[in-house]
Nanobody, 125 residues
Framework: QVQLVESGGGLVQTGESLRLSCAAS????????MGWFRQAPGKEREFVAA??????????ADSVKGRFTISRDRDNAKNTVHLEMISLKPEDTAVYYC????????????????WGQGTQVTVSS
C-alpha cells in the first residue's frame, strides 16, 4: 500500500502561480510512476501530468503543456512529487488529485492504483 497526501492548493487570481505537493509513504520502493489529475465540478477526472519514479521521464496533457511542471524532490528520500503551475486560468479550477502506481507502463497510461484525498485549486477571473 502507498499513502498519498496532497497539499498546496488555494485561491489565486488569473495569471498567478501555485505549487502543489504530494507526499508518498508506505511501500514507496514499489512505486513506478506518479501522476496528477484534476476534477472540476460536474466533469470527469482528467489527467494532468505524470512522472516516472526515477524522475527521468515526464508527460503532460496538452491543456497544461508549457504552464505546468511536474518534478520529484531531488532528495529522493522525501518521496515527494510537485506540480508547479504558472499562468493559471479560471478553467484550471478543480480538485487536484495525486496518484501512484506500482506497475510499469508508458506514462500515457492513466491507470493508477493509489490516490490522495485531493486539494482544491480555485482561480478567480
Amino acid at each position: 500500500q502507498v499513502q498519498l497526501v496532497e497539499s498546496g492548493g488555494g485561491l489565486v487570481q488569473t495569471g498567478e502561480s501555485l505549487r502543489l505537493s504530494c507526499a508518498a509513504s508506505g511501500r514507496t520502493s514499489n512505486i513506478a510512476a506518479m501522476g496528477w489529475f484534476r476534477q472540476a465540478p460536474g466533469k470527469e477526472r482528467e489527467f494532468v501530468a505524470a512522472i516516472s519514479w526515477s524522475g527521468g521521464s515526464t508527460y503532460y496533457a496538452d491543456s497544461v503543456k508549457g504552464r505546468f511542471t511536474i518534478s520529484r524532490d531531488r532528495d529522493n528520500a522525501k518521496n515527494t512529487v510537485h506540480l508547479e503551475m504558472i499562468s493559471l486560468k479560471p478553467e484550471d479550477t478543480a480538485v487536484y488529485y495525486c496518484g501512484s502506481r506500482v506497475f510499469r507502463a508508458p506514462l500515457v497510461n492513466t491507470r493508477y492504483d493509489f490516490w490522495g484525498q485531493g486539494t482544491q485549486v480555485t482561480v478567480s477571473s
